[in-house]
């Protein structure tokens, strides 16, 4: 098969405009596409198809699909390259076309950005159907024509540090349990030399006094891990690193504040925060960027027993400060408060934390973009302008001291889990909470509550789970590993 994308026509005559790909291969028909479009009704608008079949001996199956604009660039109101998103879009729409054709192989057009092109081809094939006997026939991207390969292969790890955090994240909660999981990075780290993977088991985090962590642990049969990632991809293995922490609820069902039955089954992803930076670093390795990072999840249950934490119980976390449990369906910020005081030993540059921490994200923003607290607006703009690129978009978010007197407010304890003034600002009083375990000044927490599942709202995703915003995590670093250069 062959996906060609064309462009919308800027003159009412409605003639096809062909990338240089689509002209190529028209005149290599002698026009016979230019031909046929024009005869198929009016111009393809954006992400709108037409197949033909029988045109090139070599290609069976050509799918034609619209690209939108021409020269399609940044787009302010959107903040997002809206060339990049027309092009994965499109190309992804073609692939699956081709796919339902069940042919195995799929040649694509770069569409002008081969990197984009290829994101559109790996995100839009995935799908998880691990535990199906009967699936989707699988589908082999490749570029079409070769001028572009680099920045097609760059666009292919992309894209499956993306889906590796999908797959993680869609999983069901008995196939990735902590263990399970710290096991899965493991194994697609093992090729890298300069990439060293603990597996910390209970003993050690204890010895750690990560009470608040083990707090939430302990209501589980499944015992918790800590998993830590050394990334030494930098030019001096002692440069100060960028250190990712990602909260790793592998299944949250609220424990003692047990969440309503109804999608409960989607908390197998409460591990998003874990799945999407673990995926960022295995995908840096695979770049080869050349910085350092740290990767650090807490990986646990959240779950209803005779040993779980219960309401109003006070635990105590890494750096000595004591929390008033209040909600025990509050237990992300738990896991990160002790991550965050541990990030601290290693003189990171920046601190990112990724977690699916709260409904209230959801509500504020939706599935539009990932909320952004940080103290650092150095690390704002690296995170904003990384996001413009990838589309996987970043809104920042307030961090005010209006939020933080509503968790530090607490009768029993230092701070409470949740802010006095219940559902007000749910995100807002979390954040304010996390900044509690946080000393450094470039610290950004990432809320991807919003972001954790595709139903259509991006086109270029199936529906699941939707492992972003992993790209922009990688982008983020690949940014900062080129201010390390110059």
Not at 77 to 103: F, P, S, Y
Not at 144 to 169: D, T
Not at 215 to 231: D, M, N, R, T
Request: a neutral charge.
């Amino acid at each position: 098969g062959l996906v060609l994308g064309v462009y919308s026509s800027e003159k009412d005559d409605g003639a096809a405009q062909f990338t240089s790909a689509g002209d190529a291969f028209d005149r290599l028909v002698s026009g016979k596409l230019r031909a046929l479009l024009s005869l198929c009704g009016p111009p393809l608008k954006k992400g709108k198809t037409r197949i033909f079949h029988g045109l090139h001996q070599d290609f069976p199956s050509v799918v034609v699909v619209g690209l939108g604009k021409k020269n399609a660039g940044i787009n302010e109101q959107e903040n997002w390259n809206e060339g990049k998103e027309n092009i994965r879009t499109a190309v992804a729409v073609g692939c699956r076309q081709i796919q339902d054709l069940e042919i195995p192989c799929v040649e694509v057009d770069p569409c002008g950005d081969a990197q984009a092109a290829a994101e559109g081809a790996v995100l839009g094939l995935h799908e998880y159907n691990e535990l199906k006997q009967k699936k989707k026939p699988v589908v082999t991207p490749q570029l079409h024509g070769s001028a572009e390969s680099q920045a097609w292969q760059k666009g292919v790890i992309y894209a499956e540090g993306q889906n590796l955090a999908r797959y993680l994240m869609e999983a069901p909660a008995n196939y990735i349990t902590p263990i399970k999981f710290a096991e899965h990075i493991e194994q697609k780290l093992r090729t890298f030399s300069n990439v060293k993977v603990h597996i910390r088991p209970e003993s050690w985090i204890t010895t750690q006094e990560m009470g608040a962590f083990l707090s939430v642990a302990k209501g589980s049969a499944e015992p918790p891990i800590f998993l830590e990632i050394h990334y030494l991809g930098g030019a001096n293995t002692d440069d100060s690193p960028l250190v990712f922490v990602g909260k790793g609820v592998t299944f949250d069902s609220g424990g003692i504040s047990l969440k309503p039955s109804s999608g409960m089954d989607a908390m197998r992803a409460d591990m998003g925060g874990a799945a999407t930076v673990c995926s960022a670093i295995v995908t840096a390795a695979a770049l080869n960027l050349p910085l350092n990072i740290i990767g650090l999840a807490p990986l646990c249950e959240n779950m209803p027993s005779g040993k779980a934490n219960k309401p109003g119980d006070v635990v105590r976390a890494k750096n000595g400060k004591t929390i008033q449990v209040d909600n025990t369906d509050a237990e992300g910020r738990l896991l990160l408060a002790d991550a965050l005081c541990y990030a601290h030993n290693f003189n990171a540059r920046a601190i990112v934390n990724a977690a699916t921490l709260t409904g209230a994200m959801d509500v504020a923003l939706g599935s539009a973009a990932t909320g952004v607290f940080t103290n650092s607006s150095w690390l704002w703009t690296h995170l904003y302008e990384a996001s413009i690129l990838t589309g996987d978009r970043v809104w920042r978010m307030p961090l005010f001291e209006h939020y933080t007197k509503q968790v530090t407010d607490c009768p029993l304890a230092d701070v409470s889990n949740i802010g006095k003034y219940s559902r007000a600002g749910g995100a807002c009083t979390a954040a304010a909470f996390l900044k509690e375990f946080v000393t450094a000044s470039h610290w950004a927490h990432l809320d991807i509550a919003g972001v954790m599942s595709n139903k259509d709202e991006v086109p270029y995703l199936r529906k699941g789970m939707a492992g972003r915003p992993t790209r922009t995590l990688v982008e983020f670093a690949a940014r900062l590993s080129q201010d390390t250069h110059n």
